[in-house]
């Protein structure tokens, strides 16, 4: 579906992550037709360039992001016609009423700061001093989201200086993927799981997130972060959100971010013997943590499991299990839901346990299974079996799925002024409230990550925090 013209100005536009990801996702809605073509990009940075070079350095980004289309050179070329190049040190006066004077009325306008959060206030302010914001324009911001609840509560006052909650778009690349958004299709547009979907039928809830690389030239921003505020902040606990909130009374953001601010806020506090930090040690020549982030007495966590318990009627009972690490032996990112097993069983070889499996994978493969026990078949006695009902959605769908990067999805519902998919102000901080106790307890004492091989599984006492409660964590990869 087209969405209206807009001019999307991009703060920091040279950097990587505009010629990652945002300019060839807007290069591929633009070639599927859902940009409009009299719609205009308006790249801002630094350098001292002009927009003929820009446009050509775009060129090799975009041949190496958007490998697929850029070999279309009459596609390419309109799409870099549709790009000016306005060089603004926004720290400095200059440029600004250039900016300002290319925008049109009558087009949405989008400011993306894929810059340093420090700029935020400066950014926000200076736009709103120069009259560059209209009821139609949205302001997109990127995480980290603070550091801290102070921070995050600082950038939030950084960012109204110009702008109404309704104009900020806290981008959370997670809630982009098309899995986590059907996470919310299965369970709200199907009658048959809402009824199972609390603790008297869910034993308990694993969520891992696992990546194959370490920090990737990324050292000094993660070892200031770490998993904890890297990815346990923000995305997991998005799908922990996901997977546990209330069913919305709309499908509107206000309705589903309301929702979510409540699961936060019933997080009970995370009890410190049920969490495990871990930082990978080298295993055969794949290097350290320490290593590859430069700094060789770190106690950065590359690696973080705990138990969580939401403190509420629905999930009494059942706690979830997270657990996200670099450098861990494959690209996993899953949640399963473990149900409960069968109140009486009958069937004698039953020694091992088995429950009824939901497995709402997000990547390498993405995908919703279905793990069932069935009677073998054959007449060699009565022996039982796992069998799984796959519904990934290349298979279910034919093939046809479009499997949009997350971020042309999330920019586009900019345009469009939907913020179902973005976190709002009060989530962001309620999820820094829950996670700044445990970080400030760990700097406290000092205290020092488990080892664990590159390329495993991740720290022994990250099994042993399942194995206690009778579970296993299933196998990453
Ligand atoms: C980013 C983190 O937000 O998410 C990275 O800063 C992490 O450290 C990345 O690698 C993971 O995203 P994805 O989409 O590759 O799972």
Request: glycine residues 8%.
């Amino acid at each position: 579906i087209p969405v209206s013209s807009f001019d999307l100005v991009i703060f920091g536009a040279t950097g990587d992550l505009a010629q990652r990801k945002i300019l060839p996702g807007l290069f591929r809605r633009f070639s599927v037709g859902q940009m409009p073509r009299d719609a205009r990009i308006i790249a801002t940075a630094r350098s001292e360039i002009d927009t003929d070079m820009f446009r050509a350095d775009l060129r090799t980004s975009l041949a190496e992001f958007a490998p697929c289309i850029s070999g279309d050179a009459e596609m390419l070329d309109q799409f870099l016609a549709t790009i000016v190049y306005i060089h603004l040190d926004v720290m400095s006066q200059e440029g600004w009423s250039e900016l300002v004077g290319l925008l049109r009325r009558s087009a949405v306008r989008a400011f993306y700061l894929s810059v340093s959060t420090s700029l935020f206030g400066t950014i926000a302010s200076r736009l709103s001093s120069y009259e560059a914001v209209t009821p139609e324009s949205r302001i997109v911001v990127e995480k980290p989201f603070g550091n801290d609840l102070a921070i995050a509560r600082a950038l939030n006052a950084d960012l109204r200086q110009g702008f109404e909650e309704s104009q900020i778009y806290r981008i959370d690349h997670y809630l982009g993927k098309e899995t986590v958004q059907n996470l919310m299709a299965l369970r709200f547009a199907n009658a048959l799981w809402e009824p199972l979907w609390n603790s008297t039928h869910i034993d308990h809830v694993q969520i891992t997130v696992a990546e194959s690389l370490g920090v990737e030239g990324r050292g000094e921003y993660y070892n200031r972060a770490g998993a904890m505020r890297d990815m346990v902040q923000n995305h997991l606990m998005q799908l922990l959100c996901l997977t546990a909130m209330e069913p919305p009374s709309r499908f509107e953001p206000n309705a589903v971010r309301d929702e979510k601010v409540k699961v936060i806020e019933a997080l009970a506090p995370a009890n410190p013997q049920e969490i495990v930090r871990g930082q990978y040690r080298d295993k055969e020549g794949q290097g350290s943590y320490r290593e590859h982030a430069g700094d060789p007495t770190s106690r950065t966590e590359s690696f973080v499991a705990m138990k969580v318990a939401i403190a509420n009627w629905r999930w009494a009972g059942t706690p979830f299990y997270l657990r996200t690490g670099k450098r861990l032996r494959a690209r996993t990112s899953e949640i399963a839901v473990v149900f409960r097993e069968p109140p009486h069983m009958i069937f004698p070889e039953m020694e091992n346990r088995r429950s009824n499996q939901m497995i709402i994978h997000l990547q390498p493969d993405e995908g919703i299974t279905l793990h069932n026990t069935i009677k073998e078949p054959g007449p060699g006695g009565f022996r039982l079996a796992e069998v799984t009902l796959d519904m990934t959605f290349a298979n279910a769908l034919g093939g046809q799925t479009d499997s949009q990067d997350a971020y042309e999805r999330l920019i586009m519902d900019v345009i469009r002024g939907d913020q179902t998919l973005f976190m709002r102000g009060d989530e962001v901080e309620a999820a820094w409230a829950w996670v700044d106790p445990i970080i400030a307890r760990w700097e406290e004492a000092r205290h020092a990550p488990e080892p664990y091989d590159a390329g495993g599984s991740g720290p022994e006492e990250a099994l042993m925090l399942m194995h206690r409660d009778g579970w296993r964590w299933r196998e990453i990869g």
